[in-house]
């Protein structure tokens, strides 16, 4: 019944832009926190960005602090990150995944993530 669907992604040159939408299906965001998550081949899985779902404070890794932004359309149940001044260490694929909140801040650690979306790829040009 829980689901989030990813939309976004693409190839862009170093310093281009790409705007990444996680879509809600059987659940609204303001009951979970959501995070992004990008893994490339051969790494560890890495926490990017995420929500918390009562009161709509984000958080950012420090690598891409300052040029990525995370947000919420709470009318249509979307969260968007916003990434800007890419670099090709960005290139990864990135994930959208949902985790049931009480009223607890977001974590950038997957463990507490239940729900998983399908991963978009993000290929960064120098």
């Known amino acids: 019944q829980l689901q989030v669907v990813q939309s976004g992604g693409g190839l862009v040159q170093a310093g281009g832009s790409l705007r990444l939408s996680c879509a809600a299906s059987g659940f609204r965001f303001d009951d979970y926190n959501i995070g992004w998550f990008r893994q490339a081949p051969g790494k560890e899985r890495e926490g990017v960005s995420c929500l918390t779902g009562y009161n709509g404070d984000p958080r950012y890794a420090d690598s891409v602090l300052d040029r990525f932004t995370i947000t919420r359309d709470n009318a249509k149940n979307i969260v968007y990150l916003q990434m800007n001044n890419l670099k090709p260490e960005d290139t990864s694929i990135y994930y959208c995944?949902?985790?049931?909140?009480?009223?607890?801040?977001?974590?950038?650690?997957?463990?507490?993530?239940?729900?998983w979306g399908q991963g978009t790829q993000v290929t960064v040009s120098s």
């Open positions: 995944a949902a985790a049931k909140a009480h009223n607890y801040a977001c974590t950038l650690h997957g463990l507490l993530y239940t729900t």
